[in-house]
C-alpha cells in the first residue's frame, strides 16, 4: 500500500493509509455538516441526550442546548446496548422526532447508523450519520457510508489503536466521501474509576498523522456527569475540533447514560469556560 | 433483567443473563454441527486455511486435516481485513467452493458473516455460521444469526469483558436460537511479543457461568506458528470443548495469516499429542 | 479501615484511604519545597535534564528554565534503567552537581531515591525526594521517605490504579509525613503510538479524592518532543496543580531520554502559551 | 548491548539480554534449591500458605503439602500489602518459624525479599529468594540479591512486557548469579472476573528466549481457589517447569488470599490430577 505522510515520525510505528495522510502543506479537510463547518478555527459544541426517548425531552433539551451555543444536536434512534433486554431505542419514530426539531428549530442532527441496512434510511434523517464505537471496525457498515453522500462522524472502537482507527477511515474514504470526522471517546484500560479512559493525547497524534477533523467525547470518556466539564476544557486545550457530549433535561429519568449526562444549566454554565479556553489556544467557540 | 445462575460466584462480580446463564445440575448444551456433537466428552478440532484462496489450496488443505482427524473445516469467504486496501476475500466464489468441498470430503463447513444483508446467503452454504471478533458487538448480527436455525460460533471481541461476551451470546438465544458455541481467541493487552494474549481463563469462567460450549483458537491467539501446538494443548488441559486452528497447505504463500498457520505435518503430529491431554483430562479427541 | 470522604461517589468504587481522603471544606494541602509552594493558585512548573549528566549540561539547562519561569529543578543522580547495561546515573558525584547548581541558582532540587538505604543521603542534597513509578509499590521504601522530613514527589506507577496510588500516599503518611504531591505521568495501555497514555482523567479525579496536590509529567507520559507542548497545556485546562517535564540543553546527545526533552527554547515558548490556559482556568504561572 | 539468541524470532521483536539469551544447544539452566532441581524433567511443585501466621498453621499446612509431594514451601514473612494498614507480615519471627519447619521437615523454603537491607537475613533462613511482582523493576534490590549465592526466583511485574522481565533477570544475572526462576503470575488486563489474567503464552515465550527455568503461579494468577486446579493443568499443558500454588490448612481464617488457597484435600487431590498432565507431556511429578 502506497502511504502519504509529510511528518517526520520517528518515533511513531504507524502505517498511514493513502487517502487520511496528511498532505505537505496541507490545511485540515473542513466537513461541512448542512451549513455548520467542523475542522475550521471554531470549535464546534455537539449536545443532546444519549437516546431520544420522546418529544418533550428532545425539544426542552434542543432548545437549551442550542440557546446555550450548541451546533450540532446528537440524540440516537437506534441504540447500541451491550444486553439485548436494555431499551434499543425509538427507532424510526426516533428519527421522526429529529427530523421535526431539526425543522423547528434549525440545528443540524446527528444520529447512529448500525446496520448496513439502515443506512439508507438514516441518510434520509440525519445531517451527519454516526458509526458508533462498536461498529468503528464493521467494514460493511463503514463502505456502506462510504458509498453515501452525508458526512460521518466515526468513533474510535474503545480497543482500537490510532492505526486501526485511521484504517477504518479509510474504508470511508475509499469509497469516495472524503468528508470524515473523527471522534476520541475513551478506551478500555485497567483503570476502572472512570467509565474509560480518556486518551486525549490521540487528539494531537490524529491531527498530526491525518487532515481529518478531530472531536472528543468527555461524556462517554468520563462516564461522571462531574467530571464532564474538566475534560472538556482539557479536550479543547489539547486541540479538539469539538467537542460532543450528552446534555438531558432531567438526567434522573434518562432512559440511557443518566450519570454522564450535564443538566441544562450545566451545560450553559460549561459553554462560558469553554470559550475562555479556545480563546487561550487562539480558537472560538460561538 | 432477571438472571439464572447456579454458581455461587463470590468473587465474580458478574450480571449473568438469563438463557445463557447455568440451571442447577443441568449439563452443558451439545450444539450439532450437521451430527458434530460439540460440547460432548469429545474434544472437536475445526482446522483449515484463514481464508478460501483457490480450489487447489482448499482441497488439499481439507484432505489432509480431515485424514488428520479434524471434524468442521473452517475457512473464510468475506475476510474482515484492517485495512481496505487488503485481500477481502473471494466472497460467494469462496462460498461455492466450500460447498465443493463440503460435498466432496463430507465435512461440516464454519465461515464467517460480516453483514446482515449476507446472513441468508452464508446460511445456505455454511454449517455452523462464524460471528467474527470484531463483530461480538454488533448487535443487528447477532440478532439476525439469531433467527437463523444454524448453529452459530461467536468469537470473544479482541477486548470484551467476560460479561459483555454472555450478554452478546443473550442476543443469538434472545431470537430463539441456542445453538451457540463461545469462542476464547486472545485478548488485546499491553504484551506484545504475541499477537494477542490468550486468556485460558475465559475457559473454565465461561463453562463456570453458562451451559454453552467454549472451545479456543490458539492460532489467534498467539499467532506464532511455532508457538500454536503449545497453546493448544494448554487449552485441551483447561477444558476446552473444541479448538479451531488456521492450517495451510503452504502458508509462505497464503494470502492471510500465513505466520500463524500450521502445516499440514505439524497439524498431524499435533493431533497425536493432543490426544494424550484430551485422555488425561478425561476427555476424547478421534 | 476507617476511611474519611466527604464526595460523594456514587459511580466510583473506590477505598480511600483515612488520611488522604478529603475532609469536608478542607483546602488542598500545600506542599512546601523550600519556599515554593505547590497545591495553591500558582501552577508550579518543574523542570530539567531526564539524568545529571555534568556540570555544564546542568548549569545551561537550570539556568535557562529558571529564567524561562520553572520553579522547581529536575535531574536524576540516580537512574532506574530497563536494562543493566544503559546509564544509571552519576550516583553521588550527580547529587553533587545539583547542589551546585542550587546554591549557584537559588533553586529547589528534585531527585529520585531508589533505595532504602539511600534515604539519608539523598535527603541531605535534595528539597523534595522523588519515588518513581516504578517504585511506587516498594512499601519499604514508601516508610522510609515517610520517616524523612522531606517533602515527597510520588509518581504513579505505569500500570496502578487510582485505588493503588492512595493506598501507596497513605504509606508514606502514615509514617508522620504528609508533604506528598501526587503525579501523573502515563499508564501502560494497548496503544503503542504514545509511550505511555496520559491519563489526565487522574488529575480531577485525585482531586475529587484527596487533599493532596497533583501534577503531571507530559515528558514520559508521551515520549514525543512534540507532544509536550500540547499535552502541558491539557494537564493545566484539567486542573493540574503542577507540570514536571524533560528538558535538555541539547537533546541530541542526551544520555537518557532524548527524544521527549524540549529544548530550551521550546521550553521557553511553551510557557508564554501556559500561561493563557492557566489564566484561562482561573490559575497563574509565573 | 550485545546480544546471543539461537532461535529465529521474525515476530518477535524482542531485545534479549546478552546472558539471559539462550545459546545453540544449550539446555535449560537447572537450578538447584538445596537439593531440589528445577528446570529439569521434573515439573516441582512449590506450595504453602501465602504468609506464616503462626506455628500449627505453618507445620500443618507444611505437613500435608510435602505428604502431597511438594517439594518447596512457600511462606511470606515480609509481605507487601496495597495498603499499609493490612496485615504486613511476622518479620523475624516468621523467618525464625520458617526455619523451624524446615529442619523438622526437611523441605527447602522460599520467602520474599522486599528491602534491600533485609536481603543478607533472609538470605541465612531461605533456600530460595522471592522477589515478588511489586518489585521485579527494584533495580538495587535485584543487584543486591545478585550478589547474593543464593538462588532466586523472580516474579513477573503485573505491568511487565517479556522485555522488561527478561532485562530485569539479567540485573541478576549481571552481577555473577546465573541461579535464576522465572515465574508467570498473571498480568494486569482490563477483564475483572479473575484477580489477573495468567498469561500461559509466556511460558512457550521465555522458553524460546532463555534457558532459564518457568514456574507459574495460578494463585495469584487466577484468584479464585476453583480455579487454581484447572489453570495450574493449563500450566503444566504447556510447559512450566513448575507451579508455585499457595494451600491453607484453613483458608477460612487466612489473613491473606484465603479466596485463592487451595483447602488440604484440595491440593491433594490435584496432585493426581497434575501427575496425568505431566506424563502426557513427557515430564513427571512426584
Redesign the interface.
Known amino acids: ?1 502506497e502511504t502519504i505522510s509529510c511528518n517526520k515520525l ?5 502505517t498511514i ?2 487517502q487520511v495522510g496528511k498532505l505537505e502543506n496541507q490545511k485540515t479537510t473542513i466537513v461541512n455538516v448542512s451549513g455548520i463547518e467542523v475542522g475550521g478555527k471554531e470549535v464546534v459544541i455537539f449536545a443532546g441526550p444519549c437516546a431520544v426517548e420522546n418529544k418533550e425531552q428532545l425539544f426542552e433539551t434542543a432548545k437549551s442546548v442550542k440557546a446555550s451555543g450548541a451546533k450540532i444536536l446528537r440524540g440516537g434512534a437506534f441504540k ?6 436494555s431499551f434499543q431505542g425509538l427507532g424510526k419514530e426516533g428519527l421522526e422526532l429529529l427530523s421535526q426539531v431539526n425543522k423547528a428549530l434549525d440545528i443540524p442532527i446527528v444520529t447512529e447508523v ?5 443506512v439508507e434510511l438514516v441518510s434520509e434523517y440525519a445531517d451527519l450519520i454516526q458509526v458508533g464505537s ?2 468503528m ?5 463503514l ?1 456502506e457510508v462510504g458509498k453515501s453522500k452525508k458526512p460521518v462522524l466515526l468513533k474510535r472502537g ?2 482500537a ?4 482507527f485511521l ?1 477504518a477511515a ?2 470511508i474514504l ?1 469509497q469516495g466521501n472524503n468528508q470524515v470526522i473523527l471522534c476520541e471517546r475513551g ?9 474509560n ?9 490524529l491531527k ?1 498523522l491525518t487532515h481529518l477533523p478531530v472531536i472528543v467525547d468527555p461524556s462517554h ?4 456527569r ?2 464532564v466539564p ?2 472538556a ?7 479538539a475540533d469539538g467537542l460532543i457530549m450528552e446534555v438531558h433535561y432531567k438526567p434522573e429519568i434518562a432512559l440511557c447514560d443518566g ?1 454522564q449526562s450535564l443538566r441544562l444549566n450545566e451545560f450553559s454554565e460549561l459553554m462560558v ?1 469553554l470559550g ?2 479556545a ?3 487562539g480558537r472560538t467557540i460561538l
Chains 1, 2, 3, 4 share one sequence.
Request: proline share 6%; hydrophobic share 35%.
Open positions: 500500500m520517528e518515533d511513531v510505528k504507524i493509509p493513502k447500541p446496548r451491550s444486553s439485548p433486554y448500525m446496520d448496513t441496512r439502515q462498536r461498529n471496525q464493521n467494514f460493511p457498515l463502505k474503545m480497543m489503536t490510532i492505526e486501526e484504517n479509510e474504508y475509499s478506551i478500555r484500560t485497567f483503570e476502572t474509576s472512570t467509565r479512559t480518556l486518551d486525549l493525547s490521540a487528539v494531537p497524534m498530526h470518556g468520563t462516564g461522571l462531574w467530571m474538566i475534560m476544557k482539557a479536550a479543547v486545550a489539547a486541540g450519570n469556560d475562555k479556553i480563546k487561550a489556544v
